[in-house]
């Protein structure tokens, strides 16, 4: 199975890098939109206090757990993005739902500003919500019953149902509730700002996720045995590519044409919607994968069947998650996981069995164990 594989593609986060960052920037971005006096201004509604940002290493599990974090990768939900939407959204209806049912009249209210920027909607509700209590505990009961109702959906499906199930828990249309919607779009650009410390304060930069010398040593391994060419392909936007593997001193490994990231996602699907196809590309979808396989190909070629369904066992995609053994597949490519993606607290079992339940090739312990894998 091994012997034939030509073309190597590597997965960042849980791989080479850890996500750590990544998690606590969605933490600090769903804490601030909640609690921040610059929008619902729900002070204290994560048992925060007056410090959460010099605590955010212990308070931040209260914003997004690791059980929360670990059910979406089962999911194959990939995108921090999208976990930064998705747990907003939720504990934003649970505090809709809330607001209807207790006081109508200000749900009446806030019913009006529905033409308002997601911005000013936010600060009127902090208006509205300015005399009440509110706690993260308080979602439990809603998030729950999202899990028990998307039990058999994956992928973008999961993030999609957010707005029909609001519809349902709240009677209404919130169309900011959609992905890609007005909400997604301040999760994304304040997503930004904390990641790129652009708010006066700084999260630790990317760590790898094993020795970084132990890194160098494997990659040198396959490159010099010049039977593979080696691509990434990942979630991340470009800048968050290029830099820090420049940082790390990894990135002269890789084929350059074979590096496909966020950025190349939505191009394409901007060049989609020009040409009136509506299609949400990020993973588990195996577009960025078929990009940083076929560098040269025509994006809109990439994300059809047709194209998807050939044969590709010439190609091993490594990855950490189920939306990456969920890509490799869709692509049929040799999926190869590897278990130094596991959240925090989350043991190595429930790893593998997320991995082996996607439909994983083969599973390793780390990207380490890949040149004896290979009989390099």
């Not at 209807?100 to 909607?121: A, G, H, M, V």
């Not at 609001?166 to 997604?184: C, F, Q, R, V």
């Amino acid at each position: 199975m091994y012997e034939n594989i030509t073309t190597l593609i590597f997965d960042m986060d849980g791989v080479i890098t850890s996500e750590n960052k990544y998690w606590n920037t969605a933490r600090l971005t769903v804490w601030e939109i909640l609690s921040s006096d610059s929008y619902i201004g729900l002070n204290n509604y994560f048992d925060e206090g007056d410090s959460f940002l010099d605590q955010l290493a212990l308070l931040g599990k209260n914003v997004i757990s690791s059980d929360f974090i670990y059910e979406l990768k089962k999911r194959a939900v990939n995108s921090n993005w999208d976990l930064t939407f998705f747990v907003l959204s939720l504990h934003l209806i649970s505090i809709l739902h809330s607001l209807k049912e207790n006081q109508p009249e200000f749900w009446s209210t806030f019913l009006n500003t529905n033409s308002l920027s997601i911005e000013q909607q936010l600060i009127q509700l902090k208006g509205l919500l300015s005399n009440q209590a509110y706690n993260f505990k308080d979602s439990d009961v809603l998030i729950g019953r999202f899990w028990q109702e998307t039990e058999s959906l994956t992928g973008t499906a999961v993030v999609e149902y957010l707005h029909p199930f609001s519809k349902a828990i709240l009677n209404t249309d919130m169309h900011y509730l959609k992905p890609k919607g007005e909400l997604w779009k301040l999760c994304y650009h304040n997503f930004q700002e904390w990641y790129e410390g652009k708010r006066d304060y700084s999260l630790p930069d990317d760590d790898t996720v094993v020795t970084l010398s132990g890194l160098k040593q494997m990659f040198s391994k396959l490159c010099e045995s010049r039977k593979y060419s080696l691509g990434i392909a990942t979630g991340r936007p470009r800048s968050e590519v290029i830099n820090p593997m420049l940082a790390l001193g990894l990135l002269d490994y890789f084929e350059k044409s074979r590096i496909a990231t966020y950025d190349e996602v939505l191009q394409a699907e901007e060049l989609a919607s020009q040409l009136s196809k509506h299609v949400l590309l990020a993973k588990p979808h195996p577009f960025v994968l078929l990009k940083a396989i076929h560098p040269d190909e025509d994006v809109r070629v990439l994300y059809t069947e047709e194209f998807q369904s050939l044969d590709r066992s010439y190609v091993a995609y490594i990855g950490d998650a189920a939306s990456d053994v969920v890509a490799a597949k869709r692509s049929n490519c040799i999926s190869i996981g590897v278990l130094t993606g596991c959240v925090d607290g989350r043991v190595i079992a429930s790893q593998q069995k997320m991995l082996v339940d996607s439909g994983c090739n083969v599973i390793l312990s780390s990207v380490l164990d890949l040149p004896n894998l290979l009989g390099v």
